[in-house]
């Protein structure tokens, strides 16, 4: 299933972030907008580096990282790190609730193939495309 950047950039958007420091919302929304920007369309997932993300969200680096913990904290993306290459990041887009978000994470995390990803994936966001 493809998610059209639009419906992308809609979530991120509307995405609520009421659970996260007033002060921190801000920056926290610019990294969720540059992160469903370049997410592809069938994984939603990137492999960017922060200053990339930085440069799109017009704020620090530092800032970006402040930003990527706080959005996974929100479950609202999963993060695969690695010291030898840039970070992957997975948007988390649908109505998952919080055990069919630790299973995406943990599939993300533990390079599961991105088919099986994307048929779980599936499930979880036909509410989310038909809105």
């Known amino acids: 299933m493809k998610i059209a950047p639009d419906k992308r950039m809609k979530w991120a958007t509307q995405a609520d972030l009421s659970s996260l420091p007033e002060l921190k919302r801000d920056s926290a929304r610019r990294v969720l907008l540059a992160l469903a920007y370049h997410a592809n369309q069938e994984t939603l997932i990137c492999r960017i580096a922060h200053e990339t993300l930085a440069e799109f969200a017009a704020i620090s680096s530092t800032t ?61 966001m036909v509410t989310y495309i038909t809105e």
């Open 64 to 124: 970006v990282k402040r930003a990527i913990k706080l959005l996974e904290e929100a479950m609202l993306v999963s993060v695969r790190r690695s010291r030898r290459w840039k970070s992957m990041y997975m948007i988390m887009i649908g109505d998952m609730g919080e055990g069919e978000f630790a299973r995406m994470v943990e599939m993300f995390k533990t390079g599961s193939s991105l088919n099986e990803m994307g048929e779980a994936l599936t499930v979880s």
